[in-house]
C-alpha cells in the first residue's frame, strides 16, 4: 500500500484527519485506508492495484455494483443535457412519482441532497407541523451529523442530554431525549414525563449504525400505537434500509406505516440524494405551501433523479431481493453453523442486501448496549486479515454491511472461505 499511504499522508496535511468522513480513515480498526482508483461490479481498486471484494457498497448506495453499465448510460445520456438548472425538471417528477407508488405511506415527497438534510429537514418538518419542540431518537441511532442527532449517537456513551459532539448546544441537546432502542416502556415513560410536548419519534426500523439491528415486531407494533394515542408524528428513517432490505423498505417488511419517512443512496443510483415524504397535511406544511422552509439548490437535479429512476426500474424486477437474499443466505448460514458448532462467538444476520456482523457471544442483539460489549480488539484482527485477503468490510464494528446484486457465488464462496480461516487461525487453532 506505498501509494495508498504516500497519498494519505498529502490527504492528512489538507484535509481533517486526511477524510471527508471520518470512518473512512480507518482509525477504529488501527490502520491505514487505501485510496480508491476505480470501482467496477462488486469490487474497487486501490492506487496500489490491489483489488478487494467490496461489502460497503458506497454505505448501501450501490446495490447494482459499480459503474452499472445501465446507469452509466442513463447518466451519460443526461449529462448532455445540462448538470444543474435551479429549476423544476422532469426527471424529479416521474422519481417522486415512483417513490410514491412503492411507498403506500409516502404521499408526497420532497427531494434532496443528502441522508443527513432529508433527516434534519423532516424533524424540523414535524415540530413545525405539531408546534412541540422534543423529539426521541434511540441509543445509537445515527441519523446524519445533524445537531438534533448528536446524542448517544454512535459509538457515544454519554449521560442523557449531553451532546456527544462538541458545537452542539446544551439547549438543543435538552429537546433530543435518547432511550434504549426496542424498549416500549422507556418511550412510554419518556412521552408521560414530556407530556405534549413531543414532536416526534425517529427511528432505523432496522438499525444500520450501530451494526444490524432490528426491532422487534411487537416494538415497533406498539411505537406505533403509542404515537398514534399521542398525537407524536412517527419517523422512520430508511436512509439506509430504503430498498435495500425491500422494495418498500423496512417499513413493508413490518407492514407498519410511518407518518414520515427519510429515504437516500439507492435512490440516487450511486449520486448524492436524499428525500423525506409522508402523510399530505404534513407534507403540504412546507414552504412554499406552508411555513416549514427547507431549500436546496441542488436538490432534484437531473442527474441523480435520472440515475436513481434507472436503477429503481432494475430492482423493481422480479426476485431481485430474493435473490440478494439468496447470496447472503449463501454467505452466513454456513458460517452460522460453523461458528455455533465450535462455540465461536462470531455471528451474522441479513435481510434482503444489507447484513450485520457481530463478534458478539450474545446471539439476540437488541440493542447498542448490547453491540458495545463485542469483542472490539478480534474485530479489528479481522478486518486487518480480511484486507490482507482482498475483502473490504466496514471499517467499523458499529457499521452494517451491503451486498450488491454484482457479486458472484464464486467472491461470495471465496469470502465464506477465508471467514472461517480467520476463525481456524485465531480462535481454533
Not at 447484513?355 to 437488541?366: A, C, H, R
Request: glycine share 8%; proline share 3%.
Amino acid at each position: 500500500m506505498k501509494k495508498s499511504n504516500q497519498q494519505f499522508n498529502r490527504a492528512k496535511k489538507c484535509m481533517p484527519g486526511g477524510v471527508n468522513s471520518p470512518v473512512r480513515s480507518f482509525k477504529s480498526v488501527k490502520s491505514s485506508p487505501f485510496i480508491v482508483s476505480k470501482a467496477k461490479g462488486s469490487s474497487i481498486y486501490d492506487v496500489d492495484g490491489s483489488k478487494y471484494i467490496d461489502y460497503v457498497n458506497s454505505w448501501g448506495a450501490q446495490i447494482l455494483g459499480h459503474t452499472n453499465s445501465e446507469v452509466i448510460k442513463t447518466i451519460s445520456n443526461t449529462l448532455k443535457k445540462g448538470l444543474s438548472y435551479g429549476a423544476p425538471c422532469t426527471n424529479e417528477i416521474l422519481l417522486a412519482e415512483k417513490i410514491c407508488k412503492i411507498f403506500p405511506s409516502i404521499e408526497k415527497i420532497r427531494m434532496v441532497n443528502s441522508g443527513t438534510e432529508a433527516t434534519m429537514s423532516a424533524i424540523r418538518l414535524a415540530r413545525g407541523f405539531s408546534k412541540k419542540d422534543k423529539i426521541i431518537k434511540f441509543d445509537g441511532g445515527y441519523h446524519g451529523h445533524g445537531d438534533s442527532f448528536l446524542i448517544k449517537s454512535g459509538s457515544g456513551m454519554l449521560t442523557l442530554g449531553k451532546p456527544n459532539s462538541l458545537g452542539v448546544t446544551k439547549s438543543l441537546a435538552k429537546d433530543t431525549i435518547s432511550i434504549p432502542y426496542n424498549n416500549i416502556s422507556r418511550v412510554d415513560e419518556a412521552i408521560k414525563k414530556n407530556k405534549n410536548n413531543i414532536a416526534c419519534v425517529i427511528i432505523e426500523p432496522i438499525a444500520g449504525n450501530m451494526n444490524f439491528v432490528r426491532s422487534t415486531a411487537s416494538f415497533l407494533k406498539e411505537l406505533r400505537q403509542i404515537c398514534t394515542k399521542y398525537k407524536i408524528i412517527l419517523i422512520f428513517d430508511e436512509v439506509m434500509t430504503g430498498f435495500r432490505v425491500a422494495l418498500g423498505g423496512a417499513q413493508s417488511i413490518y407492514q407498519i406505516k410511518p407518518d414520515l419517512t427519510t429515504l437516500g443512496k439507492v435512490i440516487g443510483g450511486g449520486l448524492p440524494i436524499g428525500a423525506f415524504g409522508g402523510k399530505t397535511k404534513i407534507m403540504n406544511c412546507l414552504a412554499p405551501m406552508g411555513d416549514v422552509y427547507q431549500a436546496g439548490t441542488l436538490s432534484g437535479n437531473p442527474i441523480a433523479m435520472a440515475a436513481g429512476l434507472k436503477t429503481l426500474s432494475i430492482i423493481s424486477k422480479k426476485n431481485f431481493y430474493s435473490n440478494l437474499h439468496k447470496k447472503l443466505s449463501y454467505l452466513f448460514d454456513n458460517l452460522n453453523r460453523y461458528t455455533e458448532t465450535n462455540q465461536i462467538h462470531i455471528h451474522a444476520d441479513y435481510e434482503g442486501g444489507m447484513f450485520g456482523l457481530y463478534f458478539n457471544e450474545n446471539k439476540k442483539i437488541k440493542n447498542y448496549n448490547d453491540i458495545c460489549k463485542s469483542n472490539s480488539k478480534l474485530f479489528i484482527k479481522f478486518h486487518q486479515y480480511m484486507i490482507k485477503k482482498g475483502i473490504f468490510f466496514a471499517p467499523s464494528m458499529f457499521e452494517a454491511g451491503f451486498i450488491s446484486i454484482s457479486h458472484s457465488l464464486k467472491e461470495i464462496e471465496y469470502t465464506k472461505k477465508c471467514i472461517i480461516n480467520f476463525i481456524d487461525d485465531y480462535l481454533i487453532k
